[in-house]
């Protein structure tokens, strides 16, 4: 008898308690008038604490129903007697009939797909019931996107970024969208089908809820520093012993952004020339902070290319170190370019700092002072090769950015309790946006080292800083493991992804033996800010760069020549603004970016990489991929041989491939006879075998394939 007179009394205060909840928690509502119940409808929102329910029945109609595990229905029985609700055992097969008949009866079922509450701070995986609802029902399906509450003391995320009371919550409905049924396929492929089609579209939904009209880094900067803590130490530089917590972090910044307004005198753009280091993450925030581009440069590129770099991106000064110069070997660099660009020296604006400056950083701190929005303040400039050889200006607005973040969030569980090593160069997009900007806006630790090619130091740091993600190319990561004791990585890696470049067979397979890791193989490209496709730990195909990140759409074009697969081409959030070209001036990127890659799509969406457009040989008429030669080549040759396959012209035939290796005792007879022991077709053997001691790298890891290339036409014309 208490017990209904206690829930009458609810009854009676509930006006009250809906605006009491809404005001404490300050929900805001997005897209609820997306909400018509005139069809069979399912609502399917993420799960990221024990109060998701409960914010939802403040705000969705009266005639929803909700799904709830017996489990949870009765240790919440009292609240739940407000809401109609649908108490079913997730052990019990026929629980997926009983939620399945009431969405047929017209009944509006909100239903967690991911059946619990996520434990990692992303979505956990869908369980089939969802999928064969979906498809049997043929219902309208309704992504929600809840956002802040797994910042909450109730969402089961302890330890693993801070929690408090009463966070801000926001609520996304989005599209309805209904799951075609093929009826070819049998009933439980369709099932897996529709579950994995909602599942990426939640996930590409979640991802839109958290893009925003206007976007400037450094105000994400102080967004993370509140939801983190400004105590939290976000960056660690392994070289100058230097930790920065976000409050040492935003008051240095703050204080260096007041000296280069200055300097800089009202600059559109400013060249960075520095290597990965505490001081390179506050100078691209500062520029974040006055709304100034930072033009990253390749310093591995050479003299001439960074010179053209900087006429590319029309700056007046290059912001670098002198400690940096002198150690980098730059002197002659500098020498040229301080006829032409004011070289403003980290050390002496350090030296310059005044009291009132840092009196004016501190009032800034103290205030918030926010970075400015603009269409041209809010960039990134990245260089990659152009034609002629002139450095082409990637042009990466801060929205890019962020885009490529979340994308990445929506497929990998990782929080603020990782440690990321940030050893990839920043003028690398990889290095920039996936080792730079995700660690500092997501509340991980980033342990910052200048050099990825020092092997036997990368191993140390990671063992002895208990890194728990690591990025690298299938040869960085090659290296490692040649000289990494096997606890070194085993102790506390949870990711280690490879990108770049493709993923030698030999390399996965050392890892899985050594270190017991299984290594996520990804792909991108620098206008893409960079992550296309990436395999992750819920979903992953060997040989393969797994699926295309949720919120991308992708297309594949037929190639003359080329018989499975074509020119991939994508459109999305984090596709870049377009291209300054040396000479030109800004070239807008069309609405679909040509990514230049050959690739094939299976049906479960997986792509798989068989080269570059110009990475195919086209000998007697016929295409022939160098990157299927590589791997072909170096099958035949002793592990861990690095060789790289690139054409010269011949009079016969029209091209010819030559094969640049490092393994001296080879022989061409001999990997010839290898080859076709292997049956492998005559027109993939090279012609020629050519030895190097070293093949050339770039500062990204990847082969060099235009110092190869211009090496073997010199050669060919001497001949």
């Excluded at 297309?555 to 999305?572: A, C, F, S």
């Excluded at 016969?652 to 006879?673: D, P």
Aim: hydrophobic share 45%.
């Amino acid at each position: 008898m208490i017990k209904w007179l206690f829930i009458a009394l609810l009854r009676l205060l509930l006006p009250l308690l809906r605006p009491a909840l809404s005001g404490i928690y300050r929900v805001k509502v997005k897209g609820i008038e997306r909400l018509q119940f005139t069809e069979k409808t399912v609502l399917i929102p993420n799960h990221v604490s024990l109060l998701d329910a409960v914010i939802l029945a403040l705000i969705l109609p009266e005639e929803v129903a909700f799904v709830v595990n017996t489990r949870m229905a009765k240790r919440f029985a009292w609240p739940l007697h407000f809401r109609t609700h649908i108490p079913v055992d997730p052990l019990n097969p026929y629980s997926v009939r009983k939620m399945l008949k009431t969405v047929q009866s017209g009944t509006p079922l909100v239903i967690f797909p991911e059946g619990r509450i996520t434990t990692t701070g992303s979505m956990m995986k869908l369980y089939g019931g969802i999928g064969y609802i979906a498809s049997r029902s043929q219902a309208q399906m309704v992504p929600i996107a809840i956002s802040g509450l797994e910042h909450s003391k109730f969402s089961y995320l302890r330890g693993k970024m801070k929690q408090i009371w009463f966070p801000a919550v926001t609520i996304t409905i989005g599209e309805a969208f209904q799951v075609p049924v093929d009826e070819c396929l049998t009933r439980r492929a369709q099932k897996e089908r529709a579950t994995d089609l909602i599942g990426s579209r939640m996930q590409s939904h979640i991802v839109d809820s958290r893009m925003k009209p206007e976007l400037n880094l450094f105000n994400e900067l102080l967004i993370a520093a509140k939801q983190h803590g400004v105590s939290k130490i976000i960056c660690e530089d392994v070289i100058s012993d230097t930790a920065l917590s976000y409050r040492k972090l935003l008051l240095t910044t703050y204080t260096m952004a007041g000296r280069l307004k200055v300097l800089l005198d009202n600059q559109k753009r400013a060249a960075v020339l520095l290597p990965n280091a505490a001081a390179h993450v506050i100078t691209l925030f500062s520029l974040f902070r006055l709304g100034v581009t930072p033009a990253i440069l390749n310093y591995t590129s050479g003299k001439q290319a960074m010179l053209d770099a900087c006429e590319t991106a029309s700056a007046k000064a290059i912001i670098t170190s002198r400690a940096f110069i002198e150690k980098a070997g730059l002197a002659d660099f500098i020498q040229s370019a301080s006829a032409a660009y004011t070289i403003i020296y980290l050390e002496e604006v350090k030296e310059s700092i005044t009291f009132k400056h840092k009196w004016n950083g501190m009032r800034d701190y103290m205030t918030k002072a926010k970075g400015p929005f603009g269409e041209d303040q809010n960039e990134v400039v990245l260089f990659t090769s152009g034609s002629e050889s002139k450095p082409k200006g990637v042009v990466l607005s801060h929205r890019n950015i962020f885009a490529n973040i979340q994308q990445a969030k929506a497929v990998i569980a990782f929080n603020a309790s990782d440690i990321l090593l940030g050893a990839m160069p920043m003028f690398h997009s990889f290095g920039l946006t996936a080792g730079t900007v995700l660690p500092v806006l997501s509340g991980m630790k980033m342990v910052m080292y200048p050099n990825p090619l020092h092997y036997k130091v990368i191993p140390e740091i990671v063992y002895d800083r208990n890194i728990t993600i690591l990025f690298g190319t299938s040869t960085f990561l090659s290296a490692y493991a040649r000289t990494a004791h096997a606890y070194d990585f085993a102790c506390s890696l949870k990711y280690v992804v490879a990108g770049a470049e493709k993923l030698k067979e030999e390399v996965r397979q050392t890892w899985i033996d050594k270190f017991g890791i299984r290594i996520l193989e990804g792909y991108g490209t620098t206008e893409t800010a960079p992550v296309i496709s990436l395999n992750t730990p819920m979903n992953v195909k060997k040989g393969t760069v797994g699926r295309v990140l949720p919120g991308m759409q992708v297309r594949i074009e037929k190639v003359d020549g080329i018989e499975l697969g074509g020119n991939l081409l994508v459109k999305g959030p984090n596709v870049m603004k377009g291209y300054l070209i040396h000479g030109q001036g800004f070239v807008p990127v069309p609405e679909w970016y040509s990514c230049g890659d050959i690739v094939q799509m299976d049906e479960e969406g997986y792509l798989s990489i068989q080269g570059r457009m110009q990475s195919f040989a086209k000998i007697g008429g016929e295409k022939v991929s160098l990157p299927m030669v590589e791997e072909l080549v170096a099958s035949c040759m002793p592990p861990q041989t690095m060789c790289a396959a690139i054409t010269v012209p011949d009079a016969r035939k029209g091209e010819r491939i030559v094969i640049y290796h490092n393994s001296a005792s080879e022989q061409l007879q001999s990997l010839r006879e290898s080859m076709k022991q292997k049956d492998v077709p005559a027109i993939y053997m090279p012609s020629e075998l050519r030895y190097v001691e070293k093949l050339p790298l770039l500062g990204s890891g990847k082969v060099d394939y235009v110092t190869i290339k211009r090496s073997a036409q010199e050669d060919h014309h001497a001949s």
